[in-house]
């Protein structure tokens, strides 16, 4: 019995018959390891042997599983991370020195969440075999690349791919110091998209310091989104975090998206007061006044230990820093979406991340420059391009997707040279810790890293990371205020209301429809003809759970601020408002509308722009479908009126005079409607079905196999619905027509009768068709159903023939 963690593959020494290497897997978390096996005599095992442990587990491999030997002495090794995030990687080890390299790893374009080309995150390479014989040249090795999804080809059970590689010599790879060189080591300790959770703040100041203590040269840098997302944040604008950045002793960070959530004088605040530069080399600042004095168009210059007084302050495109006799140029990057999803004002423009990336570096490379990090936030599909488009970038600290890379992405370039991409998911959670060797021209030679969680607990429930006193101390005086603001109750719920992130930018929650419900009764106050309301999911910044609703949980679900408004639509804009809503779900972008006085359905298989399959205004009679040329009082908040978020027809309307400000901040609002309604209760206990993702559900088909031809409903005795339907062809199958009766039921459509008909064998001949219910009144309406067969609920039925119509009963 022995205690090995999951052995997997192994094969023989080619040279020494008894010889044999094998892994062991373990798990993500735990040490994946080589080990060789020396027999006295293979052919007597009884003899015993000895077990030789060649690789920890602690030098950068993950989960191996496949291997083998060469001939010239080498031991190739694949990793089969079991769908972990974690980029499957072939490495090789030496065992003439004992040496270990990566030399080959699945893209992550294919493979990291988040790439341009995602698949699958379940990926692996298996079965690596020498084929140096057939293809004639030592170093050829054929492998299996196995991509656990589904494939759309018949054939196929997965993807996949069959690949030749070839690997040379153990000499070959990164570039690597010359005989008589020095290579030089720089380490980065790095955050990104904190959004004011200094929650963490205290242990993340004793992992900071800790590591500081381990390391010669070090830099500490965050890559942006430091504003919005806490009472930290709706207290103090950006200063708390500045201070704690100021005690941790932060050398630089880029612009994030949110640092104008605040407008250009919330972004010039924080900038006096910081005691570091900076960073973004693509925004052009113009004539904004806010931050006059504040911009510097050239590049910065400093050593360590005079950073704040030179370079403190202010804005710059790039730095250089001396870091202990090394230069390291230093310049960041912000997501051209900020001028759409955040409020930077009139005066300021974003340009392309590359080009300004690529004029930049040339200008960092004139200095003398050779060592070149980029501190972007671009999220990290654009990070992958970056490194592609500029690979003199040696060092990518990434922000703004919120991308947890347990490990750096190392990009590889033709000519040899790499790009390494960190970045550290977000709110302080954890700690990045990237440890890169240059060789005397600048080149990554080696490169490792790691995520250091800031919140791990042990089996008692304690944190296994301490407190900084200074920087709880800090934190302690910070948090007073908030205390009591957060203290106030100003609501009561019996459910837990859905704010989660990847909830409200994808789908109907109740936490949406409250928030919707509370700013169209807001506005039907002012504005009386009030239709309906829009909001966007990337403005749900959390979840209430049930009990009292305190004002600083308030702040926290809608920490903007922003005011509301109403604009005049047409019904052919609303649509298009809600087409850009849906156009990204999959990314889960902030752009998702949760709304009130309307329902829509869309279909998230088709091209973006072409999704949007059903629209309904609420009435008093219940839903009746939009009119594409009608006009609709709309409320919602300033920034989507801006434009935000890409709601261009808003701003539109805005500026063609059609909006009308109302001038209270949204969970102002929200506190009202909560106040108005006492407990929130069973009516928000779940969903409505306002939304309705259609992709893959029933009731919807390519192509319509009937269409109908005419419709009315009649009133005379009861409710009498004729419709006139035929086959666009001759149709043998069995077919349905359905008439379902509905009455509006507290604002809600519910069904209270069904009535159908059901043949087999169509002819290509209109047929005219009868629904007759024996009820009389108002608040009906009529929903006409063509499918394969009857059903008692046809909105849900396997097969529609035509898509469903709606009757309204005057």
Not at 126 to 147: F, P
Not at 263 to 270: H, N
Not at 347 to 358: K, L, Q
Not at 420 to 430: D, L, S
């Amino acid at each position: 019995m022995t205690q090995f963690q999951r052995p997997e593959d192994g094969a023989w020494d080619p040279h020494d018959p008894n010889v044999f290497y094998f892994v062991t897997t373990a798990t993500m978390n735990n040490k994946s390891r080589l080990w060789k096996l020396t027999f006295k005599d293979v052919t007597q095992p009884e003899l015993g042997g000895t077990i030789e442990m060649l690789l920890k587990g602690d030098e950068g491999q993950k989960m191996m599983d496949n291997l083998t030997v060469t001939p010239r002495g080498e031991i190739l090794i694949q990793e089969d991370p079991g769908g972990n995030d974690h980029i499957a990687k072939v490495w090789r080890y030496t065992l003439a020195d004992g040496r270990l390299e990566e030399v080959a790893q699945h893209d992550p374009r294919r493979f990291a969440p988040g790439g341009e080309k995602f698949l699958t995150k379940d990926e692996e390479s298996s079965g690596i075999i020498d084929v140096s014989d057939i293809l004639g040249e030592e170093g050829w090795y054929l492998l299996d690349v196995q991509a656990h999804f589904t494939h759309t080809d018949p054939e196929l059970v997965e993807g996949g791919q069959l690949l030749a590689m070839y690997v040379p010599p153990a000499q070959g790879g990164a570039p690597q110091p010359q005989p008589g060189e020095s290579a030089w080591r720089l380490t980065i300790l790095h955050t990104n998209d904190t959004h004011a959770h200094l929650e963490n703040g205290a242990r993340l100041a004793t992992l900071i310091k800790e590591e500081r203590a381990k390391a010669e040269n070090v830099l500490l840098l965050d890559a942006g989104d430091v504003f919005t997302g806490t009472l930290f944040f709706t207290q103090y604008e950006g200063l708390a975090d500045l201070r704690f950045m100021d005690l941790l002793g932060y050398q630089a960070m880029t612009i994030g998206n949110h640092e104008f959530d605040k407008g250009p004088e919330g972004l010039a605040k924080f900038v006096k007061d910081a005691p570091f530069p900076v960073l973004s080399a693509n925004i052009d600042f113009g004539e904004e006044p806010a931050l006059g004095g504040l911009v510097e168009t050239t590049i910065g210059e400093s050593t360590i230990d005079e950073l704040s007084a030179n370079l403190g302050g202010k804005i710059y495109p790039a730095v250089v820093l001396d870091v202990n006799g090394e230069k390291v140029g230093l310049f960041g990057l912000t997501t051209p979406e900020t001028a759409f999803i955040s409020s930077p004002g009139e005066h300021i423009r974003f340009r392309d991340p590359v080009e300004a990336a690529r004029e930049t570096v040339a200008q960092l490379q004139a200095k003398g420059v050779q060592k070149i990090i980029a501190l972007t936030h671009i999220g990290y599909a654009e990070d992958l391009k970056l490194a592609e488009a500029v690979p003199e970038i040696d060092v990518i600290v990434g922000g703004h997707s919120h991308t947890r890379l347990d490990e750096p992405v190392v990009i590889q370039h033709a000519d040899g040279t790499q790009t390494v991409i960190v970045q550290a998911h977000e709110h302080r959670k954890y700690l990045g810790r990237l440890d890169v060797t240059f060789n005397a021209q600048g080149d990554v030679i080696d490169a490792t890293g790691k995520l250091i969680p800031t919140s791990d607990k042990d089996a008692d429930d304690n944190y296994t990371v301490a407190e900084d006193p200074e920087a709880k101390a800090l934190i302690d005086e910070l948090d007073g205020p908030i205390q009591a603001l957060k203290q106030t109750v100003v609501g009561q719920t019996a459910v837990f209301l859905d704010g989660e992130r990847d909830h409200v930018r994808a789908q109907e929650t109740n936490l949406g429809n409250l928030i919707a419900d509370g700013m169209l009764d807001f506005a039907r106050s002012f504005v009386p003809e009030a239709q309906v309301a829009i909001t966007n999911g990337g403005g749900i910044r959390s979840s209430i759970p049930a009990g009292e609703i305190t004002l600083g949980q308030v702040l926290e679900v809608l920490p903007f601020g922003n005011v509301l408004v109403t604009l005049e639509l047409s019904g052919e804009d609303l649509i298009a408002a809600l087409e850009n809503g849906v156009s990204a779900v999959e990314q889960k972008k902030g752009y998702f509308p949760h709304v009130a006085g309307l329902r829509y359905r869309y279909d998230s298989s088709k091209p973006a722009g072409q999704r949007i399959v059903g629209v309904e205004i609420k009435t008093e009679n219940g839903y009746r479908p939009i009119d594409p040329k009608a006009t609709y009082t709309v409320v919602t908040n300033k920034f989507m009126a801006d434009g935000g978020d890409g709601y261009t027809m808003f701003k539109a309307a805005q500026d063609a005079g059609k909006m009308t400000n109302l001038f209270f901040p949204d969970y102002e609002v929200f506190v009202a409607f909560l106040e108005k309604i006492g407990t929130v209760g069973e009516a928000y206990a779940g969903v409505e079905g306002r939304i309705v993702d259609v992709a893959g559900q029933a009731g919807e088909s390519e192509e319509a196999l009937f269409e109908r031809l005419e419709s009315q409903v009649d009133q005379t005795d009861g409710i009498t619905a004729r419709v006139t339907v035929r086959p666009k062809a001759p149709y043998a199958s069995k077919a349905a027509v359905i008439f379902e009766l509905l009455r509006s039921v507290g604002g809600t459509p519910e069904p209270i009768a069904i009535t159908a008909l059901e043949k087999e064998g169509w002819s290509g001949t209109p047929e005219t068709l009868y629904g007759r219910f024996n009820v009389t009144g108002s608040g009906y309406e009529v929903r006409v159903f063509i499918l394969d067969g009857f059903s008692g609920s046809p909105d849900r039925a396997e097969k529609s023939l035509a898509e469903p119509l709606v009757l309204p009963v005057e």
